[in-house]
């Protein structure tokens, strides 16, 4: 994968998005979570717009970090209200929370059941802002929390390539 290319110079948001999001993911993939501040974000903010649930506009977004990753995103939306808790949650799949309106809290467990752990020593807790992406690798518990006014996620699954 050819990351530097022209350092963003003749590239649009989306494919700085794309770039920064599939350099950070080739790194932390399958290790433990991680948090990134993408360039870009603003294209995928413009393009994103929850239609009952699914993520309009992400194609090619979804379709630019398959590539890249060698594998198939998948999109959708989750919204969180104001009070509400989402826990318990055991990623199936690799995820990436991308919040598009609002914020909320979210707190990633350290390592899966049964599984050596990984890089942090104890849960990962933070407030997830518009602009940042949480990588939630498969098997990883999570939950989102703490929203003081709606919050809507991008929610992309990065499922194995079919061959």
Avoid: I, K
């Avoid at 209200?81 to 995820?95: F, M």
Wanted: hydrophobic content about 40%; some cysteine.
């Amino acid at each position: 994968m050819d990351y530097a290319g022209d350092l963003g110079r003749g590239t649009t948001g989306l494919e700085l998005f794309v770039r920064d999001l599939a350099l950070c993911l080739s790194v932390h993939r399958d290790r433990g979570p991680a948090l990134v501040w993408p360039d870009g974000v603003d294209a995928v903010l413009v393009d994103a717009e929850p239609t009952h649930g699914v993520a309009a506009g992400t194609a090619a977004l979804t379709s630019g970090l398959g590539e890249l990753l060698a594998c198939r995103v998948g999109s959708s939306f989750l919204t969180l209200e104001p009070g509400a808790h989402s826990g318990g949650n055991t990623a199936a799949t690799d995820l990436v929370l991308l919040p598009v309106r609002g914020s909320c809290g979210g707190r990633v467990e350290p390592a899966p059941p049964g599984r050596a752990r990984a890089v942090l020593d104890r849960p990962l807790e933070l407030r997830l802002r518009v602009g940042e992406a949480l990588y939630v690798p498969s098997g990883f518990g999570y939950e989102l929390n703490e929203a003081h006014s709606p919050c809507t996620l991008l929610v992309l699954a990065l499922h194995p390539p079919v061959w």
